[in-house]
C-alpha cells in the first residue's frame, strides 16, 4: 500500500446475481488531483464509486482510502470522504440557509458556528441571493452547487463527484467546475465520474476509460488521445470536380477511409500515422489537384471514448435530439 495515494485498489469486484458490474478494477489515484473516471451507462462507474465510499462492499479485491482498508476501516475512511451523487440529496422543502446549518449541526458545529458556516458556503457559491428561498424553487444549476455545499461543510480530503453536471446547462456546469478547481486548490482530492468528455478534457490531471466493469485505458487526456491515432485529416479541395481523384489518393496513400459530407470540396480522414500526410499532400499536387485549405488535428476525447467503447458519450446523444 503507498501512503503518497488518496486511493488504491487492485482487483476490485462487485456482482449482482450473475452480473459482474465491477470486474478487477485497479486504480492508483495520488493526493490532490482531480481523476476522471468515464465510462457509458452501467460500465461500473457508480458501483465503483459506492465501494469506495463504504456504500457497499466489494466481493472481491480490495481498496484504500489514505492508506486506510474500506471494509475493516471503513469508519477511519468516512472520516475523510464526501460523496456527491447525480442528484441533489437535500431537503427541497427546507430554504438554503436551513438545509446547511442543519447539515452543519449534524457534523458537531454549534448553532453560532453552523450559521456562520452556512452562509460562508452561500457566499462562497454565490446564492446568498436564494439563501431564504426553498430548494425546490431552485434552478438546476443552484441545486448542484448547494448540493456540493452541502458534501464540504466539513472540508473532505477526498470528494466523490458521481456526475455532478448532468442535466446542467453550460453556464451552470462552468459554474461547478469553478468549484471543483477552488476546492483543488485547497489540496482536495476528487474523483470525478462523468460522461461529458468536455468535462473531463477541462478538470481531470488523469483519467481512467471502464467499460463493463473493466479499466480499458488510463493516461492523461493527451495520452488517451495519442494511443488512438495521430487525428484527423481536414482538406477542403480548390476545385470539387477533383473529389473523386482526391478520394483515390488520400485512400491509397492514408490506408484508410476518407469521409465526405454535403460539401463536395471537402473530405476528412482519421490518420494513424502522421507520417503519411505530407506524402499524401504530395501525391495530389503530383496529380494536378490542388488544395486551398488542410489541417491536422488531435483526436477528441470523445473520438476516444468511441473508439474505446464502441459507444457514442452522453453529449453527442444530446445533441442528435
Known sequence: MNHELAIETKG?????????????????????KVYGFLGPNGAGKTTTIRMLATLL??????????????????????????????YA????????IENLVMISRLMGYKKKEAKARATELLAAFGLEEAAKKQVKNYSGGMRR?????????????????????????????????DIVRTLVSAGTTVLLTTQYLEEAD?????????????IIAEGTSSELKASVGAGTLNVRLADSTDRERAITILSEKLQTDIKTSGDTASLSAQVGDAS????????????????????????????VFLTLTGQKTESEEEGKQ
Do not use: M
Open 145 to 177: 452547487r448547494i448540493d456540493i455545499a452541502a458534501s464540504i461543510v466539513v472540508t473532505p480530503d477526498l470528494l466523490f463527484l458521481d456526475e455532478p453536471t448532468t442535466g446542467l446547462d453550460p453556464r451552470s456546469r462552468n459554474q461547478v467546475w
Open 89 to 96: 440529496s437535500i431537503d427541497e422543502d427546507l430554504t438554503g
Open 202 to 214: 477541462q478538470l481531470a490531471d488523469r483519467i481512467a476509460v471502464i467499460n463493463q466493469g473493466k
Open 57 to 86: 462492499q466489494p466481493d472481491g479485491g480490495e481498496a484504500h482510502i489514505f492508506g486506510k482498508n474500506i471494509v475493516t476501516e471503513a469508519a477511519e475512511v468516512r472520516e475523510r470522504i464526501s460523496l456527491t451523487g447525480q
Open 276 to 303: 503519411l500526410v505530407a506524402e499524401a499532400l504530395g501525391e495530389l499536387v503530383q496529380h494536378r489537384i490542388n488544395v486551398s485549405d488542410f489541417s491536422l488535428g488531435q483526436p477528441s476525447l470523445d473520438e
Open 12 to 32: 476490485l469486484v462487485k456482482t449482482f446475481g450473475k452480473h459482474r458490474a465491477v470486474d478487477g478494477v485497479d486504480l492508483s489515484i495520488p493526493k490532490g
